[in-house]
């Protein structure tokens, strides 16, 4: 069965740090592509960060976080991660990891349609 479990979510301080971990069921690393989406308040859910773990040079960062964010993948144990630093309050949201196949990674594709699995989400806050 396939499944992407998220943690590492929570409440920080502007300027902070949080590391997300997202960790995959039933399916190996070797043969897909994973992104992270996140979801603000009334807004619609946006990529922020793209990996194809077989990969070492595929990463993906949206304009709003490169520098900032980091994404790496550890095959052996089905686990990818986003670690965020220098926490802005708008990158508050619920933050996704979701599956796609490595030719759309390839193609560059941020389109929510084109990701079969999700996990069910963790809470990023960045406030004062």
């Known amino acids: 069965q396939v499944q992407l479990v998220e943690s590492g979510g929570g409440l920080v301080r502007p300027g902070g740090s949080l590391t997300l971990r997202c960790v995959v069921f039933?399916?190996?690393?070797?043969?897909?592509?994973i992104a992270w989406f996140r979801q603000a308040p009334g807004k619609e859910r946006e990529v922020v960060s793209r990996i194809i773990p077989r990969d070492e040079e595929s990463q993906y960062y949206s304009d709003a976080v490169q520098g900032r964010f980091t994404i790496t993948a550890d095959n052996a144990k089905n686990m990818v991660f986003l670690q965020m630093n220098s926490l802005k309050p708008e990158d508050t949201g619920v933050y996704y990891c979701?599956?796609?196949?490595?030719?759309?990674?390839?193609?560059?594709?941020?389109?929510?349609?084109?990701?079969?699995?999700w996990g069910q989400g963790t809470q990023v806050t960045v406030s004062s």
């Open positions: 039933g399916f190996s690393l070797d043969y897909y592509a």
């Open positions: 979701a599956r796609t196949f490595v030719d759309r990674a390839y193609a560059g594709s941020s389109a929510a349609a084109d990701y079969d699995y």
